[in-house]
């Protein structure tokens, strides 16, 4: 069946999620960069976030306290604010000449992603988001992939035959999943793969798109 709707993951496809490029910003021992990403990336408090239970300051005001106020210095710097996203993850180099390409082509382009609340403030603030046709961010929906749940709720809410949908996302699991849901899908990863790539794999997919 024709491909009519391109899917896109946010993080490491649009946008780059640099865990290590983000607390090298801090003087920071290694020791203190694990205990932080033990303590609030890798924490099941951030999943909680991206499934809308609340914003991240709120979440994790236990955590902080176990933590060295300097570790607290960096989490206020970095992860409370309700611009995290928009300040320190930035564009996929060449990302919206694909997005804009594909519109022109016909297509009509929808974000699903696993993301918190801060999604509804990042959606104002970048211009790549403007040629969107529907977003599903995990925290509307209390969802996260690879449940094969949010695929379906997704189809759901714009109206969409999986069929007719090509998925891009950087995580094997989240594809499995969405190909497994009827969607066809390929992984990408804008932190280790040129936007060349990405050009070639929607290709490969049919996808009419130049080089």
Known sequence: ME?????????????????????????????EKALFRESIFDSPLWADGDKGFGFRDVLFYDTL??????????????????????????YN??????IEELKKNGYKIYLLSNIGLNFHF????HPVFYGFDGFFPSCDYG???PDKEIYNTFF????????????????IDNVNASNESGMRAFTYNAMNEDIRVLRERLRENGIKIGD
Do not use: Q
């Not at 990042?122 to 603030?125: A, C, G």
């Open 3 to 31: 491909i009519k709707n391109i899917v896109f993951d946010f993080g490491n496809v649009i946008m780059k999620y640099d865990v290590d490029g983000m607390l090298d910003r801090f003087s920071l021992t290694d020791s």
């Open 65 to 90: 306290k176990t933590l060295p106020e300097k570790l607290r210095e960096v989490f206020y710097s970095l992860v409370a604010g309700y611009d995290f996203e928009y300040r320190f993850m930035p």
């Open 93 to 98: 180099d060449g990302i919206e000449k694909v």
């Open 122 to 125: 990042l959606v104002r603030l």
């Open 143 to 145: 969802l996260l992939k």
């Open 156 to 171: 759901r809410r714009f109206s969409l035959d999986p069929a007719e949908c090509l998925f891009v996302d950087d995580s």
